[in-house]
């Protein structure tokens, strides 16, 4: 157990301290950066951008796979588009994403 | 296969549903094995016959290190993934693990100076393996400020791969800088040919913590990874907004006959 009155203790404390700090900090910008993105995607679906976030069957809302309801057509979230969401950032083709289709499932970002 | 289950994972959709459901699990299971190792640590570890009480120090700092080479390891993968196969989510793995990789380092260089202020009398000295955590903390900052300062994210990843790739050489200096120079950290004492030179006392506590800061630290990837994937999706329904509404804006061209009749 540890003893309280040894004379080192401050720098133990301390050190369990800044452990406690870094790691509260990581997993807070975690949460919130996970709420602000899934936000800026709800503020996009209001504005009828694309985008309505349909839980998957079983897994609640935010935590779900992402379905895509994109004028009208049913598509699900970078399935059609394989490469949507890690290349959305593209700008290309549905739902951002690259567009082409890679049958191996490959990226040919060029 | 390895390899086969990677590329499964290659569309993002999958990695969602998939992540979805582990992250609960992983969020859960580190936070118990965490607190027992707290627990081990703390409480149940005995204090050392030199160094006292500071030696729970070593029950974060040696877990933090290792952590910080682990996550750059991580993000050397996943540069060649960028680079050489060209996976889809390996550049997300990378600028995930990064301010990941970054906090650990951070934390092993102040837990550290907090047990070398009592133990060695200083809270730094610029020997081979402090200055080399230095500078894989410096390079994790570098990589962190290169995400932000290439707008695009298929041109920023090419370029982070790079960085990481070339910054990688420091990961071998870090860890054998203790046997290849005479430094004042003392050698390795866990991972060694000839096993462990630590008291099973305290072997267990470290491997606890290391256990429960490993499974945090992969828990954290995978959301930043989630993060990472919805970002790009928002960015680019923003992107495709802004074009439909140019086009909208676009104003049509006049036909031939209707030129004609206006000008008659």
Redesign the interface.
Known sequence: ???LD????G??L???M??AI??A???L??VI??RM??R??DI?AA?G???HRVP?SG?PEG????RTISDGRDT????SS??????????EGE???TARSHD??????R | MPTSFL??L????R???LS??I??WMAALSAVVTAAGLYLA???SP?DYQQ???V??MY??VP?AWLALALYAIMSLSALGTLV?????A??SQKAAA??GA??T??CL??GS??G??MWGTWWVWDARLTSVLVLFLIYLGILALWRAIE???QAARAVAILTLVGFVNIPIVKFSVDWWNTLHQPASVIRMDGATIDASMLWPLFTMAIGLTL?ALT?HM??M??E?????????????A?RAAERQRPLPLSAGSAGAGSA
């Open positions: 157990m540890i003893a040894s004379p080192h203790i720098f133990v301390a050190a369990y800044a452990a870094v790691i900090g990581l997993v910008r975690a950066d996970s993105r899934n800026a995607l996009l504005r951008v694309a985008r998957s897994h935590a779900s796979a992402v699900v979230g970078s399935e394989a490469q949507g969401a890690g290349y959305a950032g593209r700008g739902e951002g994403g191996d499932g490959r990226s040919d970002r | 590329w499964g290659a569309n993002p959709t990695f969602m549903a979805a459901r992250l609960p703390l409480f149940s204090a006292g009480e500071t729970r120090i974060i700092h933090a196969w060209r996976h889809p989510l550049d997300v301010p990941i906090a650990f951070l934390l102040v837990t907090l047990w202020k009592p695009d994210p298929g945090l954290l959301s930043g989630r993060s994937i919805l970002a790009r999706r928002a960015r680019s329904l923003t992107l495709k907004a074009d």
